[in-house]
């Protein structure tokens, strides 16, 4: 499991549902066109491989109700796209209060490896803070005679960047808790993270008392 502590709080006020209290974490999925992004979050979101994608334009919004630790919590992914002309108008929403990032290539196309350099220069660029946590995703692993990316390269990369590797495919179904614990594992970190802010929240006298610090190593954290 993951060790990290995590010690700066983020404001959530943004995220969070005063109705219900339901926290939502928003974790943005980021690389080339053609990797998968699409397919990835729908995987998670509604459990399957779609027969047939197109180029995103601008966001899908994909959410899923999650429960971690007696806490229900939305996570909302926003899938985004790769193709510079369909992305342009909207990155700034992208990164605007995000929670997690996920970067996606493609693990039978080098091209898409070698781009996650400038898609890391994109989201530092955007003032995305350094305890925003980061995992790495090396999609299509089903074409396994085509594989272009060695996972020690993968590896080597993702380690040099402090980030998570996952190496899957959003077509195998045998896949397909390896793509949830993706998701899972960030919104796991999330949670851990912001129990510094919402965890047991209570209202008292119309005012929210919080709670005091938790360790993130008492999480269930799946990964
Ligand atoms: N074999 C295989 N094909 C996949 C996998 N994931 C996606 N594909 C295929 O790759 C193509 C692109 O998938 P998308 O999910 O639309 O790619 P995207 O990253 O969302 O692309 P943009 O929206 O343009 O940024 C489609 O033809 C998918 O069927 C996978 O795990 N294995
Ligand atoms: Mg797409």
Known sequence: CINTHFTSSVDLSTSLDSSVQTRIFKIIVIGDSNV??????????????????????????????????GEKIKVQVWDTAGQERF??????????????????Y????MASFQNLKTWIQECNGHRVSSTVPRVLVGNKCDLVNQ???PSNTALKFADAHNMLLFETSAKDPKESQNVDSIFMCLACRL??????????VEREDGRVRLSQETDVNKSNCPC
């Open 87 to 104: 992305r342009k108008s909207m990155v700034e929403h992208y990164y605007r209060n995000v929670h997690a990032v996920v970067f996606v």
């Open 106 to 109: 493609d693990v039978t196309k």
């Open 36 to 69: 998968g992004k699409t397919c990835l979050t729908f995987r998670f979101t509604g459990g399957s491989f779609p027969e047939k994608t197109e180029a995103t334009i601008g966001v899908d919004f994909r959410e899923k109700a999650v429960e971690i630790e």
């Open 191 to 200: 949670k851990a993270q912001k129990s510094l802010l919402y965890r047991d």
């Open 147 to 149: 594989i272009q990316v």
